[in-house]
């Protein structure tokens, strides 16, 4: 600046470290706002919870006490940016009409689908001839723990899962 | 810090980077130097939040309108880091224009700086190049239309345009092949050519000086 007094080589804040000092406070202001934003961009997943995805499988009158029921449904789930369509099915098991089991239809063996035999009252698995009593829990065969399960609930009559398994503590 | 500069003489570094001779300007002159410094500070926000933004970003017709719309939507900052990334385009033009305006008009290009303007040269047909495959990326109907004008206008060429129009658009048609060639650009070859050049451009400045205001004669 043309006006002003002359800075004093002793002065306790001349024009240079006035200067220099408004360049890095600025600096520094704004590489902490970029900074930070950028690094809360960055780290923003860390915090992100996965979102609830509760899928209709249909009627509660589908299952009968002691019959389990294979029931497919199609799974729409929201990956970032693409909606993934899958299709899958559970089988879903209630001894009183109102309490229900979703089992994962994977075997916890190798992941091979099983079925239920009524004549035995189990479910058998194909490959390894691993066998689950009508509650999931292991009979025999190679299977290291009873069937994984989907949580569900039943809203207005409909029973609704979460196609995630949860195992079962051995 | 005395270990850190007899092994690396990084003092002797900021004193030619940063505390060398300046010329003395006064008033709204002084404001014309800073333009330069401000372009590559914009190229630095751009490289940042380009980087963050490719991370959730896919150069593919079905899901690159989806991807913008998810950074914008459900990252945390996300329409903030596209917005820098958008307004600071626009910015980076503005500034480089004015700049090259300035030293065309101090005659700060004439020698021995003739290699510094030719590099600063190269370093606009860059950002033009930055903005034509950036503004495509978004996918949406603006973004289509302005590469299909484009793309036309390159195509008008005499006797080569419509094999430009068609090494553009990586075929016939403005589709998949054109998104995916215009992020290569974007994110890949453009930035590695600027950094290039803004490296031999910032030599030069150090290693010539900086010129002074043109004096008015009488």
Known sequence: MSSGPEPTKDSDLSRRGFLSGLIFGLGGVITAVLGGAGTAYFLAPAFKKEAENWVDLGPVSAVKPGMPAKLEFVERKRDAWVTAERRSFAWVQTSNGRDFTAFDPRCTHLGCPYRWDSGKGQFLCPCHTAVFDVNGKVVSGPAPRGLDRFPIKVVGGRLMIRPQPEKVKA | ?218
């Open chain 2, 1 to 218: 810090m005395e270990w850190f500069n007899e092994r690396s003489g990084f003092d002797r570094v900021w004193q030619s980077l940063f505390a060398r001779h300046i010329p003395e300007a006064k008033g709204p002159v002084a404001w014309l130097y800073t333009l330069g410094s401000a372009s590559l500070f914009v190229f630095m926000v751009q490289a940042v939040t380009g980087a963050l933004l490719a991370m959730s970003y896919v150069p593919d017709p079905g899901h690159a309108y989806d991807s913008v719309r998810y950074i914008n939507e459900h990252v945390l900052l996300g329409s903030f880091i596209h917005g820098l990334h958008k307004w600071g385009a626009t910015l980076m033009v503005v500034l480089v224009v004015l700049h090259m305006l300035r030293v065309y008009f101090m005659g700060a290009y004439k020698y021995p700086r003739e290699l510094t303007w030719i590099a600063g040269v190269g370093l606009f047909l860059l950002v033009m190049g930055f903005s034509f495959t950036g503004y495509l990326l978004p996918w949406d109907q603006k973004a289509y239309f302005a590469t299909a004008v484009g793309a036309n206008i390159a195509g008008q060429t005499p006797v080569v345009g419509p094999y430009v129009a068609q090494v553009l658009k990586g075929g016939p048609d403005l589709g998949a092949a054109t998104l995916t060639r215009f992020f290569a650009f974007h994110v890949l070859f453009l930035p590695a050519l600027t950094v290039l050049l803004i490296v031999l451009h910032l030599f030069l400045v150090i290693w010539h000086g900086i010129s002074e205001p043109p004096v008015r004669q009488r």
